[in-house]
């Protein structure tokens, strides 16, 4: 079982409101990911991280921001939410520096509905 | 929220009988594969991997399959169960650069 956590796990908020997704592990990772996934759709790489004070932006153009002030924790900020933010965020750790290879343990993801 | 991407396939099995899920990957330089199961309302988990230097790797009821001349992997899930149903996706890496690529994910169905 992966000890990488998100909060909240379901979130419900009306435009305009600032929000920020929590992200925490605790195996001590180097590397960490946010991935956007619809229903039933592919898994979209929106930011990552290879450590603290690093943040790179993914495959999919997202108005988000993150930080990495401490290895363990990388949140997620929307400003503004908009309807179309609505969707699962999954969180994703790797153990890249010991293993060179990219094995990804994904949190429960946070629902997030925008009326 | 606005959909992006492709709508998944769909694997319809009989409960007990094997089921393959089939993968075509993109890069003939990646090195290393993963099989993710994500179940519904949770995220993905990881089943299995393989690395480019064998051709096959075998774990608890599930067999992966690496063909590099054609780029493609599948997942064999022997005597599948209720509690396989879940959406399946591939994940290809390649040693050093450091990003990992998914592809658009199986949705098994179990029929009972």
């Known amino acids: 079982e992966a000890d990488i956590y998100q909060t909240p796990r379901y979130l419900v908020i009306g435009t305009g409101k600032k929000i920020t997704l929590e992200c925490s592990q605790t195996?001590?990772?180097?590397?960490m990911y946010w991935y956007q996934q619809d229903p039933g759709m592919e898994l979209h790489l929106i930011h990552y991280?290879?450590?603290?004070?690093?943040?790179e932006k993914g495959d999919l153009s997202s108005e988000s921001t993150v930080s990495r002030i401490r290895t363990e924790h990388f949140p997620l900020t929307l400003e503004s939410a908009r309807p179309s933010h609505t969707s699962q965020y999954l969180c994703?750790?790797?153990?890249?520096?010991?293993?060179?290879?990219?094995?990804?343990?994904f949190g429960s993801g946070t629902q997030l509905s925008v009326l | 929220g606005e959909s992006v991407g492709l709508h998944l396939p769909t694997l319809s099995v009989q409960e007990g009988d094997n089921s393959i899920i089939n993968c075509a990957y993109s890069?003939?330089?990646?090195?290393?594969f993963i099989w993710y199961k994500q179940e519904s309302g949770k995220g993905p988990q990881f089943i299995i991997d393989?690395?480019?230097?064998?051709d096959k790797r075998q774990g608890q009821r599930v067999t992966v399959l690496l063909n590099k001349t054609v780029k493609h992997l599948s997942l064999q899930i022997a005597a599948t169960q209720p509690g396989d149903s879940a959406v399946y996706f591939c994940?290809?890496?390649?040693?050093?650069?450091?990003?990992?690529?998914f592809g658009t994910g199986t949705k098994l169905q179990v029929i009972p």
């Open positions: 994703a750790s790797s153990d890249l520096q010991r293993t060179a290879n990219e094995k990804l343990f």
């Open positions: 195996m001590g990772h180097d590397k």
């Open positions: 991280s290879y450590g603290v004070n690093s943040t």
């Open positions: 890069n003939s330089a990646s090195d290393y």
């Open positions: 393989i690395r480019s230097n064998m």
């Open positions: 994940a290809e890496n390649m040693r050093g650069y450091q990003k990992v690529t």
